[in-house]
């Protein structure tokens, strides 16, 4: 969760505020030109629509694609603006942590009746890791990049976020004992060019972790668990509120998960020298649903296979195995939540609780 000055969270959740938003972009505060913002923060996307005010036609000579800037989201609290990204410390207290970086994709000039309004679209730190090629090392035309389990994933996507001008944060407690640990086999651009966005993607996908951007350009990992702490409570009864909240849970399916691992370098599975090792996980709770619906096989499992032939160890198997279910279970509970303001402290994967009395 994003670290905020104390002021700016009583502000956004009094209710009585007035809404602020700091748009800086290439050193010009453009704040009190802006119409409308769409900001949507997806998993692996992340992009913006701002709509800026341009009867004086500044923007007509004024270029601003390929910059840089944050959106700093906050609040006008005692005749002072606080936001995301302000360094200045008020009332003793330090500043608040900045959103993560955009980037100016295309501008528009559109000339409606009475209005002249600039539109600039927007796009963030993945964007831009699926616009490049990954070509640190190797030698063209190829660059097909082998790593031959002497690399963690952690330090593999380090490398690949800095050749595009990222920082990678240190791991920390976020350590799912696979990231850091485990050390594929695996090769960059085998068939094409691939790019690091794409690389980071396969590679976490064999963790039970997340990567997030965050504050200016950097990204960290995030290892989400049932132990950890709340980040935000929004209540129906008192502040901080939410206006609606709808909750939906899915059937886990599927619930088994197999995985093929060991594969004799010929080719050939299942060998003398090359035994086939299979990871397997399954959640109980969701085979016990199936089982007393009558859905899937007469144990109520439903197996979904993988092969990953370069895995050797049983362990190893069996971690690919649960991080496969792993992502599988975090899709089984969908929500969709609308607040009366905008929580600038919630980030991607953030924990969040509802306490919600209505009906009682």
């Known amino acids: 969760m994003r670290s905020i000055n104390p002021t700016l969270i009583t502000a956004q959740q009094s209710g009585a505020a007035d809404p602020y938003i700091y748009l800086n972009i290439n050193s010009t505060d453009y704040s009190s030109r802006l119409i409308a913002l769409e900001h949507i923060e997806?998993?692996?996307r992340e992009s913006a629509?701002?709509?800026l005010a341009n009867s004086d036609r500044h923007f007509n000579s004024t270029d601003l694609r390929g910059c840089s800037f944050i959106i700093g989201y906050g609040y006008t609290s005692g005749g002072v603006n606080y936001y995301c990204g302000d360094s200045n410390?008020?009332?003793?207290?330090s500043g608040s942590e900045a959103t993560s970086t955009l980037w100016v994709k295309s501008q528009s000039m559109i000339s409606l009746e009475g209005e002249l309004v600039c539109i600039l679209y927007c796009e963030g730190g993945w964007a831009e890791l699926r616009e490049f090629s990954y070509i640190t090392t190797a030698s063209p035309p190829?660059?097909?990049i082998e790593y031959t389990a002497d690399t963690t994933i952690y330090d593999i996507i380090t490398l690949l976020l800095s050749e595009a001008g990222f920082s990678l944060n240190a791991l920390g407690t976020q350590d799912d004992s696979i990231i850091d640990t485990f050390m594929p086999?695996?090769?960059?651009n085998p068939l094409e060019y691939e790019s690091p966005a794409s690389i980071i993607y396969r590679l976490i996908q064999m963790t039970k972790c997340y990567l997030r951007q965050v504050e200016s350009e950097t990204f960290e990992i995030v290892y989400p668990q049932s132990s950890d702490s709340v980040n935000e409570t929004y209540y129906s009864?008192?502040?901080p509120y939410f206006k609606e909240y709808t909750e939906k849970t899915n059937l886990l399916v599927p619930n088994s998960i197999g995985v093929f691992c060991n594969r004799d370098p010929s080719g050939e599975w299942d060998t003398a020298d090359y035994p086939l090792v299979t990871g397997t996980a399954q959640d109980a709770d969701s085979i016990a649903a199936c089982l007393a619906g009558g859905y899937?096989?007469?144990?109520?499992?439903?197996?979904q296979y993988f092969i990953a032939p370069y895995i050797t160890l049983q362990a190893d198997a069996d971690n690919r195995a649960a991080a496969i279910l792993q992502r599988y279970k975090a899709e089984t509970l969908a929500g969709r939540l609308v607040l009366p303001f905008h929580d600038c402290r919630v980030e991607l994967y953030d924990r969040i609780a509802i306490i919600d009395t209505r009906g009682q």
């Open 185 to 188: 086999t695996f090769t960059a």
């Open 89 to 93: 410390g008020w009332n003793g207290n």
């Open 296 to 303: 899937g096989n007469a144990s109520g499992e439903v197996w």
């Open 49 to 51: 629509t701002i709509i």
């Open 42 to 44: 997806e998993a692996y």
């Open 237 to 239: 009864d008192q502040a």
């Open 142 to 144: 190829y660059f097909n």
